[in-house]
């Protein structure tokens, strides 16, 4: 379902988003010029940022930011791919199965990080020492989530130890 709603800022109708505009969905949030309508559940559950932030749901007749498409909840702070991979997280259909790239997972962990979704950062970090990162790129990620710096033990030893110099 595609169909074009709520104006932006800049007087844009936002787009419904194909995948994560589900029907039994309670907040709907604008990335972009998308709306995605998700479950204010793993939210409010996962993130002291989003408890704090998400207005209850309102009572029956009035409206709150995230409860309707004319009055989202804009994450003026995401991009929408990035939120995309964000969401599969938690609606992935292969349940435990998480197969994503170094870019998808720093992507999902970037956001994890920003809005204090403590367990979500948790599976990131646990993905991303499953894959192999070069190590200048892993401390790059690693210091820009404020990620145990032990962790990068093995990494300064391969960049100290190396041939040549990164460019």
């Not at 793993?42 to 995230?66: I, M």
Request: net charge negative.
């Amino acid at each position: 379902m595609n169909s074009a709603v709520s104006p932006n800022p800049n007087g844009e109708r936002a787009v419904r988003h194909g995948e994560y505009y589900i029907h039994g969905g309670d907040v709907i949030f604008r990335v972009e010029n998308f709306l995605f309508r998700v479950h204010r559940y793993f939210f409010t559950r996962d993130s002291a940022y989003f408890r704090d932030k998400l207005p209850h749901p309102p009572p029956p007749g009035e409206f709150t930011k995230g409860s309707s498409d004319n009055n989202p909840f804009v994450l003026d702070d995401a991009l929408k791919v990035d939120f995309e991979r964000f969401l599969w997280v938690f609606y992935n259909p292969k349940y435990s199965l998480y197969e994503a790239t170094v870019e998808e997972w720093t992507s999902i962990l970037r956001l994890a990080h920003q809005w204090d979704f403590i367990e979500v950062k948790a599976l990131a970090l646990r993905e991303l020492e499953q894959l192999a990162i070069p190590a200048l790129q892993k401390i790059v990620i690693y210091h820009s989530h404020a990620i145990d710096r032990n962790l990068l033990q093995a990494a300064y030893t391969a960049l100290t130890i190396r041939d040549e110099p990164s460019r």
